[in-house]
């Protein structure tokens, strides 16, 4: 694969906002790290398609938008709801057109709608599944929410599965790096950060299934299963058997605690 490749496929859909926000955030990310990009083969040239990324810090979004943005398929981002509010940040995804999230609330699907419209009508529209930054301790990515794989199987569009490595370095989440060990924020030097795209997931099997919850969670797991082979890939090393379940962890330490309040 070519690497740091800018040709555009010709057809990018940036509007005066988009620009505008490239010049603002290209400066940012080249002052924070060296990029390496591979797999923008795999981006199809006309048509709406997903975009499936892992997530492992609150920078990611900007890096991986920018490696999206230089392949000449800007993405459309689902992103929380709270980022809109927040002054110039939310004014500028709201005039790029991004997508936000509301969470467990009856706004909830109005991002759904978005995302299948936007993919009708030709765009690129870029999904986390984990729903969250990734809490594995090795930061491999968790299980995933449903949304893609559903929107996937309504549009039929390509689910084009995308992993970044390196954004950890620079703002590690929650404080901590591999293994859980404590990390701080690293501006300076810069570090190198790796996204690279890998060919469509094979949903052909679902095609024409009911879209039951089974239906769902096995083609998340396709999805899921992509990501982390292209990850994989990336650092040159296999992820655990088991992926990180956070609803199971939760449980988990919400038993644990009620068990040590009960021995009290």
Known sequence: MARRSYARFGNADYGIWYRFAAVLVKPVNAALAKPEWHGWEHLPKEGGFLVAVNHNSVIDPVLYAHWQYNSGRPPRILGKSSLFSVPFIGFMLRKTGQIPVYRDSTDAA???????????????????????????????????????????????????????????????????????????????????????????????????????????????????????????????????????????????????????????
Not at 118 to 143: C, K, S
Not at 144 to 168: N, Q
Not at 220 to 246: H, S
């Open 110 to 264: 109005q991002a759904f709608r978005a995302a299948i419209a936007a993919i009708e009508g030709g765009q690129a529209v870029q999904f986390y599944p984990e729903g969250t930054i990734t809490r594995d301790p090795q930061l491999w990515p968790m299980e995933g929410k449903t949304g893609a794989a559903r929107v996937a199987l309504i549009t039929g569009a390509p689910v084009i599965p995308v992993a970044h490595w390196g954004a950890h370095e620079i703002v590690p989440p929650y404080g901590r790096g591999l293994g859980g060990k404590p990390a701080k924020v690293s501006l300076f030097p810069r570090k190198k950060v790796v996204v690279a795209a890998g060919p469509a997931v094979d949903l052909s099997r679902f095609q024409g299934q009911e879209i039951t919850p089974q239906v769902l969670k096995e083609a998340t797991e396709e999805i899921m299963a992509a990501i982390t082979a292209v990850l994989e890939g990336i650092r040159g090393e296999k992820a655990p058997a088991e992926r990180y379940d956070l609803r199971r962890a939760r449980a988990e330490r919400a038993a644990a605690k009620q068990s040590e309040e009960e021995a009290r």
